[in-house]
């Protein structure tokens, strides 16, 4: 995979550079929430800048149908964009239309653009493959150059991530190259103990890593509304909690499998429970009740790991030598079930190991939290492309940069 480094040597000055960057910011209306993954894209932005390349930064922002909706524009994200670089970054209302070109057109060296939501144009998403590169043709038309460095992204076939690279000379930018180092940390180089904490809502999201991790890993511990679907299995009352019946079976084999690999697969002792799920806008009390794992009523709604589990999984995490953390313990953006997730975060942080946070909600949560980032050993900015990578599948905006 050519790096950044081999492309800036060879010099850029003048020529236009296409920078797939993961933009996909949160946000509530016009405000963003997180600007971490805006901050992870800035010292691949910034090298290619001072270097003189004219840079054509892309990159999508939610789920909009394949044509333009203004709740998904990227103008806050570049607007932001431009507040951390310092200089404006100028802004296309459309993705390869007449203000893309113009504002391509009109970069001076140095200067830096965004051009509008890639998924504005139907044929970034498109599984047809004539589609697909149909409009990465239109892309390639804006640049000499191509930069990966969306590494949220680099887990879907889309035009501008894996089409998009083989019409153009490319290399993969700095956020791109320092995530795939991390991973090959968690799976080909790997310090002992090796601990894994699982969490978010559906267990079925994380089946496929479990797998590996089984094989792997020394000890997973596993929270999230996905627990309820491994105390189901054990044959627990979970009341009103998350539940993906259909998942039983297969959860049943994986415990089954932990215990036979001796992989020690460590499920919530207590539980905090409400009786419903908590207004979130609001933020009211939802003075939630402690019962033990075996215990839970069933009027009521597991919503966060209790106190014994969250010393439970930090003695689990205290000896670690490599950490991966992906998913939240309960609903983190309640206050009132917001500690089983900070247990686990600062366990990391007094763990002695390499700890990882990978991405998605694991990285809101550290930052909603108030924890400092540089406390941990690595921060990712895909919890998608993590999870797959640790899964062992190809992902093709790695394998695009490969060849």
Do not use: C
Not at 112 to 140: M, P, S
């Amino acid at each position: 995979m050519k790096t950044i480094d081999e492309l800036l040597s060879e010099g850029v000055a003048g020529r236009r550079v296409f920078v797939r960057a993961d933009l996909n910011v949160p946000l509530d209306g016009t405000s963003i929430t997180d600007d971490g993954r805006i901050r992870a894209v800035l010292p691949t932005v910034k090298a290619l800048a001072e270097a003189g390349a004219r840079v054509v930064v892309a990159s999508h922002l939610g789920r909009p149908k394949g044509a333009p909706d203004p709740a998904f524009s990227l103008a806050p994200a570049a607007a932001r964009l431009g507040e951390l670089l310092g200089p404006d970054v100028r802004f296309a209302t459309d993705t390869v239309g007449e203000s893309a070109q113009s504002t391509v057109a009109g970069l001076a060296d140095g200067q830096v653009a965004v051009i509008e939501n890639l998924r504005f144009n139907a044929g970034e998403t498109a599984k047809d493959d004539a589609e697909r590169g149909a409009f990465a043709d239109r892309l390639a038309a804006l640049a000499d150059l191509y930069v990966g460095d969306g590494f949220g992204a680099v887990h879907r076939g889309h035009a501008s991530v894996y089409d998009l690279p083989a019409r153009l000379p490319h290399a993969a930018g700095y956020l791109i190259a320092n995530e795939v180092a991390v991973l090959k940390k968690l799976t080909e180089e790997v310090q002992r103990p090796y601990v894994v904490a699982l969490g978010g809502a559906k267990v079925s999201d994380k089946l496929a890593v479990i797998d590996q991790l089984l094989g792997k890993a020394d000890r997973i511990l596993i929270g999230g509304g996905m627990a309820y679907t491994f105390l189901k299995a054990k044959g627990y009352e979970i009341g009103k909690s998350l539940l993906q019946e259909d998942q039983i079976p297969v959860v049943q084999e994986y415990v089954e499998r932990a215990e036979k690999t001796g992989v020690e697969l460590v499920l919530p002792v207590d539980t905090l429970v409400g009786p419903g799920f908590p207004d979130l806008k609001t933020k009211a009390p939802a003075n939630p009740t402690a019962v033990a794992a075996d215990a839970m009523p069933a009027d009521q709604e597991g919503l966060d790991i209790g106190p014994e589990t969250r010393k439970l999984y930090a003695s689990k995490l205290a000896d670690a030598a490599t950490v991966f953390w992906n998913g939240p313990m309960g609903v983190f953006e309640h206050p009132d079930y917001a500690e089983g997730t900070r247990a686990v975060a600062q366990a990391l942080i007094d763990s002695p190991g390499f700890t990882v946070v990978g991405g998605g909600d694991s990285a809101a949560a550290v930052r909603t939290l108030g924890f400092d980032e540089n406390a941990f050993g690595h921060i990712s900015t895909g919890g998608g492309a993590s999870l797959e990578y640790l899964e062992g599948k190809t992902l093709p905006g790695l394998a695009a940069l490969e060849d």
